[in-house]
């Protein structure tokens, strides 16, 4: 009878542990293979548009002639970037929007987009670092205005460029080197009017009718223009929110009327490093957090 009774147990036991087998294995969601298979043809795909975009835009950028080079820069502004860099050995590429996001690619297809962040500049150099993370990684991008010849296509870029990334799975960056530039702000491109020097404010009829201006030119980055009395002209870049104007060469006519302003003119922009804003149709330039200068867009 006892061993009757124990067969019955070790039977119900085998049966109870059997049901709740089958029990796990119906609750365990089943894998849909075709699902899988088109998310990794989905994922592929992307890497290689990436890719082609990637190196298509290094063909661009790396020997463009100037008119090609003056589209490229348009097109980046428009899309709202400030600051863009490209590299070699392997082709990756970057591009800054300073109060936006940044975007990084490179060749394996990786397209990373993180947030901008405020800039970290280093106090013993000329150096400016930015350090953005997201869920899926972090990228370090330093720039260096020591100038920079890209290797292959010989084209001289401002800034040397360092990336440190890496993915959110990996412990140690991978580094690319490479050069980059600020995009140009083309809405600089124009003549403008002085209308307030110094905090004087300029008057029409004491120029005959034709106020001081300036004219910028950003597909030759030179500027020109007439203080009231003298002609001037030199060049000049535009970087974010800055505006570095080189030394001026001038005529050397002698100024009766409007002297002081014709001086200060001169004074503040000739070999000058200027802040800058646009807005309602004015451009104002500052120094030191001192507003130096403003100008109103007559063309």
Same mark, same amino acid.
């Given at each position: 009878?006892?061993?009757?009774? #124990?067969?019955?147990?070790?039977? =119900?036991?085998?049966?109870?542990?059997?049901?709740?087998?089958?029990?796990?294995?119906? !609750?365990?969601?089943? !894998?849909?293979? $075709? &699902? @899988? &298979? $088109?998310?990794?043809? $989905?994922?592929?795909?992307?890497?290689?548009?990436?890719?082609?975009?990637?190196?298509?835009? *290094? *063909?661009?950028?790396? *020997?463009?002639?100037?008119?090609?080079?003056?589209?490229?820069?348009?097109?980046?502004?428009?899309?709202?970037?400030?600051? #863009?860099?490209?590299?070699?050995?392997?082709?990756?590429?970057?591009?800054?929007?300073?109060?936006?996001?940044?975007?990084?690619? +490179?060749?394996?297809?990786?397209?990373?987009?993180?947030?901008?962040?405020?800039?970290?500049? &280093?106090?013993?150099? +000329?150096?400016?670092? #930015?350090?953005? !993370? !997201?869920?899926?990684?972090?990228?370090?991008?330093?720039?260096?205005?020591?100038?920079?010849?890209? +290797?292959?296509?010989?084209?001289?870029?401002?800034?040397?460029?360092?990336? %440190?990334?890496?993915?959110?799975?990996?412990?140690?960056?991978?580094? #690319?080197?490479?050069?980059?530039?600020?995009?140009?702000?083309?809405? /600089?491109? %124009?003549?403008?009017?002085?209308? @307030?020097?110094?905090?004087?404010?300029?008057?029409?009829?004491?120029?005959?009718?034709?106020?001081?201006?300036i004219e910028f030119n950003i597909t030759e980055y030179r500027v020109l223009g007439?203080?009231?009395?003298?002609?001037?002209?030199?060049?000049?870049?535009?970087?974010?929110?800055?505006?570095?104007?080189?030394?001026?060469?001038?005529?050397? =006519?002698?100024?009766? @009327?409007?002297?002081?302003?014709?001086?200060?003119?001169?004074?503040? /922009?000739?070999?000058?490093? /200027?802040?800058?804003?646009?807005? +309602?149709?004015?451009?104002?330039?500052?120094?030191?957090?001192?507003?130096?200068?403003?100008?109103? $867009?007559?063309?």
């Amino acid at each position: 009878m006892k061993n009757l009774r #124990y067969s019955i147990l070790v039977l =119900m036991g085998s049966f109870l542990l059997f049901s709740c087998g089958s029990t796990s294995s119906s !609750t365990t969601p089943k !894998t849909n293979p $075709h &699902a @899988e &298979a $088109h998310m990794q043809m $989905h994922n592929e795909f992307k890497k290689e548009q990436v890719k082609k975009e990637l190196v298509e835009q *290094e *063909e661009e950028i790396m *020997e463009p002639s100037k008119s090609e080079l003056q589209k490229i820069l348009l097109t980046k502004y428009k899309k709202g970037n400030d600051f #863009y860099a490209v590299g070699n050995e392997p082709f990756w590429n970057l591009d800054m929007d300073f109060e936006k996001k940044i975007i990084f690619k +490179n060749l394996d297809g990786l397209e990373f987009i993180a947030p901008a962040v405020d800039p970290v500049k &280093a106090m013993d150099a +000329n150096v400016i670092r #930015y350090r953005s !993370t !997201t869920d899926s990684g972090e990228i370090i991008v330093q720039l260096n205005q020591s100038g920079c010849t890209d +290797n292959m296509s010989g084209q001289k870029f401002d800034y040397n460029v360092t990336v %440190d990334f890496k993915t959110s799975l990996e412990t140690d960056y991978k580094t #690319y080197k490479g050069c980059g530039n600020y995009v140009p702000d083309f809405r /600089l491109h %124009d003549i403008w009017a002085i209308i @307030e020097v110094d905090g004087i404010k300029v008057n029409l009829e004491s120029f005959n009718g034709k106020l001081p201006r300036i004219e910028f030119n950003i597909t030759e980055y030179r500027v020109l223009g007439n203080d009231g009395c003298n002609s001037f002209n030199g060049s000049f870049k535009s970087e974010y929110k800055k505006i570095f104007i080189g030394n001026l060469a001038s005529t050397m =006519m002698a100024c009766f @009327e409007n002297k002081e302003i014709s001086s200060k003119i001169g004074k503040i /922009l000739s070999n000058s490093n /200027l802040d800058y804003v646009i807005e +309602n149709n004015l451009l104002i330039l500052s120094k030191d957090h001192n507003k130096v200068m403003v100008l109103k $867009h007559i063309d």
